[in-house]
Nanobody, 116 residues
Framework: QVQLVESGGGWVQPGGSLRLSCAASASMNVMGWYRQVPGKQRELVARITIGGTTTYAPSVKGRFTISRDNAKYTVDLQMNSLQAEDTAVYYC?????????????WGRGTQVTVSA
């Protein structure tokens, strides 16, 4: 089982920026970020394949940027123009062997709070 550790969450005012980072213990075919608020399902924020193909949720496109370093097994999420609706626990995840299968490995999550 691949281990994933997130960092970089916190509090920010609306319009501000945060950068989340995630380090995996092994190479992952696809890595990405999901988020979850209480009472709702975990939803995709962004994902990136080992080849660099990215996918974004419509609500974050143009504001968030996902990137990865294949040599270091890391994935980052740069979040700009943050809104209150972005408040959630953000989870790093991935799938070691498949690009299209559901994520099988998850981090513990990091809280992002956007408020005045």
């Amino acid at each position: 089982q691949v281990q994933l550790v997130e960092s970089g969450g916190g509090w920010v005012q609306p319009g501000g920026s945060l950068r989340l980072s995630c380090a995996a213990s092994a190479s992952m075919n696809v890595m990405g970020w999901y988020r979850q608020v209480p009472g709702k399902q975990r939803e995709l924020v962004a994902r990136i394949t080992i080849g660099g193909t990215t996918t974004y949720a419509p609500s974050v496109k143009g504001r968030f940027t996902i990137s990865r370093d294949n040599a270091k097994y890391t994935v980052d999420l740069q979040m700009n123009s943050l809104q209150a609706e972005d408040t959630a626990v953000y989870y790093c995840g991935g799938n070691q062997y498949s690009t299209f299968a559901p994520f099988k490995s998850w981090g513990r999550g990091t809280q992002v709070t956007v408020s005045a």
